[in-house]
């Protein structure tokens, strides 16, 4: 099976075109022994395919800007470390009444009109919103981003990375006979199992961005799983055993 192949079958529609596009660019930085960056920010399980299926023959890495960043921009052949096009701004609310959200932040950017491939994760702390933007919306940005849900905020481009907010998680132990993603989704967000397979069969749940409709699909240690209208989690290391023999399964939710 060729690489065009492998392309079609592991992603989705939706998908394809950015990862055929990514191909191009990875055969152009091959073929020339130049350094090509990709034009979005890119979800796990396309950055995780590139450098697992195609680093052995390019130098292929992703950056996100901060530790354990979910949204990445790609590079090939970035043997001078060639700084990304991107850039951070600080997205800041001037009311002390305001409690802005994840939510509020990156609907505001959206509602400009901008495609969320262009921008990165997005950490919020305290009113105060820090996000990579790919480096051709800064203009835009800084000139159209006045408010946040109402709110009037001051946007600034940022260059001293050393006073960024880490991701915050929650972190609970679960209790499951197995790996199985509907057991796991089920504890998680306290449904019966059927409702859970329910949900998965519908699309609801996704691991590393990928809808997995397999109700029997086993998950491994410190992948991502998406819940529509739950929220984000990771599954963690397992701690051990109860004394029902069940597995202690630590489970960190985005906050």
Known sequence: MNIKDKIINNFSDDEKNDVLNLYEKYILSRDKGICVFGKNFYTPNIWTWFEKNLGNDVKINSYGLFEDSERRMISFNNIYEIPYPMKLIKIQSTSKFSNLTHRDFLGGILSLGIERSKIGDLQV??????????????????????????????????????????????????????????????????????????????????????????????????????????????????????????????IKKYT
Not at 159 to 178: M, R
């Open 125 to 250: 702390d305290n009113n105060t919103c820090f996000v990579p933007i790919h480096e051709e919306i800064e203009n835009f940005i800084l000139y159209n981003l006045e408010k946040i849900s109402k709110v009037i905020c001051n946007i600034e481009i940022v260059d001293d990375f050393g006073t960024l907010p880490q991701t915050v998680f929650k972190e609970e132990i679960i209790l499951v006979s197995s790996l199985r993603i509907d057991g796991v989704v089920s504890k998680i967000i306290n449904i019966s199992r059927s409702k859970a397979q329910s949900m998965i069969e519908q699309g609801l749940v996704l691991v590393n961005y990928v809808k997995i409709k397999d109700k029997s699909y086993e998950l491994k240690g410190e992948e991502r799983i998406t819940i529509r209208g739950f929220g984000k989690f990771i599954l963690g290391n397992s701690i051990g055993n109860s004394k029902s023999g069940r597995n202690k399964i630590i």
